[in-house]
């Protein structure tokens, strides 16, 4: 059975600007927004103030924003229809956060997994900033600011979501119903895209170029990467009985050829290792090509894409104050 699309309601997302989108980001997450947008009241957000919680480099940083807004809009986020802002553009997102402090469980941030993996990646242990511990009441207060019912998130951010809604009904509980309790939509279909260097983790920008496929790397780029991707010992093609270097390439592949399981299976009954990759790198570059010929035209006009974000901010800044105004009266705040 098909998972039925939520329908008015609030929804709420956001992706990092700490490196370059990769396909992961659009199967797993802008894909998903695109549709549900459709028949809900949407916020997309540039989540930047999570972004310098690790090590990053400042001088880059505005126009990776400015690089993310536009793959947002060229994968087809309709900004007439729903709201794209950067997060520091709004006090509201650090000022909640802040309050939601005061009751988030101690216990409770310590056992998310996130942080784990993250603070593992950074050399020093000194610089592992109570920024990057907290930042999951940040992401709450995110969420909570746009009285957000549904967040469609991957497996792995679930966790946070489930932090949300205990933070949020710890609030109500104490102070009064304000929150509405948000909800994770992890679609069924959506399969969890991996590292082409190492199938057991999920494709991520800050892992070496060659694991992932960027939504902006050429023809040759993505060949080359197809071309050296892991595969398993034998070529054996097959959603259920392949290994998971090659299940993940398959289901790369699903995604953008839009061919049903068993109909890949049949193509690619006799074929090679270098024939499959051959087939899969022509798919993705043929399936990115419209993105990114969008994308090049959108980026060209800095000052446009500002005004965009200018816009955005402006039409969700009226919600989260009105949010924080109120949280502020619950708390006996002056």
């Known amino acids: 059975m098909s998972q039925s699309l939520p329908s008015n309601k609030t929804i709420f997302s956001g992706i990092q600007p700490s490196g370059a989108l990769h396909i992961g980001n659009y199967l797993g997450a802008i894909k998903q927004w695109i549709e549900l947008q459709q028949d809900n009241n949407a916020y997309f957000c540039i989540v930047d103030q999570h972004a310098i919680t690790v090590p990053y480099d400042p001088s880059t940083l ?5 690089d993310v807004a536009a793959t947002y809009i060229a994968a087809g986020v309709d900004i007439q229809k729903s709201v794209i802002f950067v997060q520091s553009h709004i006090s509201a997102h650090t000022e909640l956060a802040w309050l939601l402090s005061t009751i988030a469980p101690y216990g409770a941030m310590s056992r998310m997994t996130q942080f784990k993996s993250k603070s593992k990646t950074i050399d020093a242990k000194d610089s592992v900033s109570l920024a990057l511990f907290s930042y999951p009441v940040l992401m709450t207060a995110d969420i909570l600011l746009y009285n957000t019912n549904i967040v469609p998130v991957g497996e792995d951010q679930k966790q946070h979501i489930e932090l949300a ?4 009904q710890r609030f109500n509980t104490t102070y009064g119903d304000v929150f509405t309790l948000p909800e994770s939509y992890i679609p069924e279909q959506t399969a969890r895209i991996m590292s082409l260097t190492d199938p057991k983790k999920k494709m991520s920008k800050s892992d070496a170029e060659k694991s992932y496929i960027a939504l902006n790397d050429s023809p040759e780029i993505i060949r080359q990467k197809i071309s050296s ?4 010992t034998e070529a054996i093609f097959s959603f259920k009985k392949s290994g998971p270097a090659v299940k993940n390439l398959l289901n790369i592949y699903k995604a953008f050829s839009k061919k049903e399981e068993q109909v890949i299976e049949q193509e690619l009954a006799e074929k090679s290792y270098k024939e499959f990759k051959d087939s899969l790198a022509a798919s993705i570059i043929s399936g990115l090509h419209n993105f990114q010929q969008k994308f090049d035209e959108i980026r060209k006009d800095d ?9 955005g901010m402006h039409r969700a ?6 949010t924080l105004h109120r949280v502020k ?4 705040l002056m």
């Open 317 to 322: 800044q009226g919600v989260a104050n009105s």
């Open 62 to 66: 505005p126009d990776r924003v400015l």
């Open 303 to 311: 000052v446009e894409l500002r005004f965009t974000l200018g816009r």
């Open 229 to 232: 991707a892991v595969t398993d």
């Open 329 to 332: 009266e619950v708390m006996g």
């Open 165 to 168: 809604r205990d933070i949020a």
